[in-house]
C-alpha cells in the first residue's frame, strides 16, 4: 500500500470524534468565524407585526415606573395619582362644576351705564337683589339691568329714580351664559331660541323690564320653555315692552 505521507499528529477519529457522531469534538471556527466572533457577533433585528406573537401580555403593572393600585377598579372610574400612597389608583370621576372667579356686588341709585371690574361676560351671571323707584304709580318698577360690555353694567328706568341691588358673579369655568334684550310689541309673550342648553342644568335669570306706556301693569318674568326656547311674558299685550334676561348653563 503507498504510504501518503503519514506524520505525527495526523487525526483519528478516536482522538477527535469520541462519542463517535461524525462530527469533530472542538473546532477552531465555524464558517469562518472564531468561537469568540460567534459569541460576541451583533444580534440581527427581527420585526414582528402584533399578530404573529403568540401569548402576548398587555398588563402593565406601572405606568412611568409608577405602580398601578387596581383594587378600586370599578365601571366609570378613572386614574388618578395619590401622592400619600405614591400609587395611581382608581377614582370616581368628580363633576366639572362651576368655579367661582369673583363677585361684585352694590347698589345702584341712577340709571344709565356704571363701570364695574372687567369680566368675561360669557362666564359672568347677574343676580338682582331687588328693583324699585321712586315713582308712585301702583304698577311694578320699570327698571331692567343688562351686562353691555365687559366693564359695563347698564341700568334703564322709564320713569323715575332706580334703586338696583346687584352681584355679578364671574366664574372661572363650569357655567356657559346666554342672554339678551327682547322687545315685546303687542303680544303678551315671546318665544326666543337660544343655543340648546340641559334644561336640568339651566336657569333663567329675568333682570326686569319695563314698556312705553308707563300707565299699564308690566310684570315681566322669563323661563325655559325647553332645551333651545327662552319664553318672555308679561301681563299684558297692548303695549310695547322689553325684558332683560340671561339663560345660565351649569356644566
Avoid: C
Avoid at 54 to 78: F, T
Avoid at 227 to 244: E, H, K
Wanted: no cysteine; net charge negative.
Amino acid at each position: 500500500m503507498t504510504d501518503f505521507g503519514r506524520r505525527p499528529g495526523d487525526m483519528f477519529k478516536a482522538a477527535y470524534d469520541t462519542n463517535d457522531n461524525d462530527v469533530v469534538d472542538n473546532a477552531s471556527k465555524l464558517a469562518g468565524s472564531t468561537k469568540g466572533e460567534v459569541q460576541n457577533h451583533t444580534p440581527k433585528t427581527h420585526n414582528h407585526t402584533e399578530s404573529q406573537i403568540s401569548d402576548l401580555d398587555h398588563d402593565a403593572l406601572k405606568i412611568k415606573g409608577v405602580i398601578i393600585n387596581d383594587a378600586a377598579k370599578a365601571d366609570q372610574k378613572v386614574l388618578a395619582y395619590d401622592s400619600g400612597s405614591q400609587r395611581i389608583i382608581y377614582i370616581s370621576q368628580a363633576p366639572s362644576g362651576a368655579i367661582i372667579k369673583s363677585i361684585q356686588t352694590g347698589i345702584i341709585t341712577v340709571a344709565g351705564d356704571h363701570t364695574i371690574n372687567e369680566v368675561d361676560p360669557d362666564k359672568t351671571m347677574i343676580v338682582l337683589g331687588g328693583v324699585s323707584t321712586d315713582d308712585i304709580n301702583p304698577g311694578t318698577p320699570q327698571v331692567f339691568v343688562e351686562l353691555t360690555a365687559s366693564t359695563t353694567l347698564s341700568v334703564t328706568a322709564w320713569i323715575g329714580v332706580p334703586t338696583v341691588a346687584f352681584a355679578v358673579i364671574e366664574f372661572e369655568a363650569g357655567v356657559s351664559v346666554q342672554r339678551g334684550y327682547t322687545v315685546l310689541t303687542d303680544v303678551q309673550y315671546i318665544d326666543v331660541t337660544i343655543n340648546e342648553v340641559d334644561p336640568d342644568r339651566t336657569i333663567l335669570n329675568s333682570l326686569g323690564g319695563g314698556e312705553s306706556n308707563r300707565g299699564a301693569w308690566f310684570t315681566p318674568w322669563a323661563y325655559l320653555l325647553n332645551s333651545t326656547t327662552v319664553r318672555l311674558d308679561r301681563q299684558t299685550s297692548s303695549v310695547t315692552g322689553t325684558i332683560s334676561w340671561e339663560a345660565v348653563e351649569f356644566l
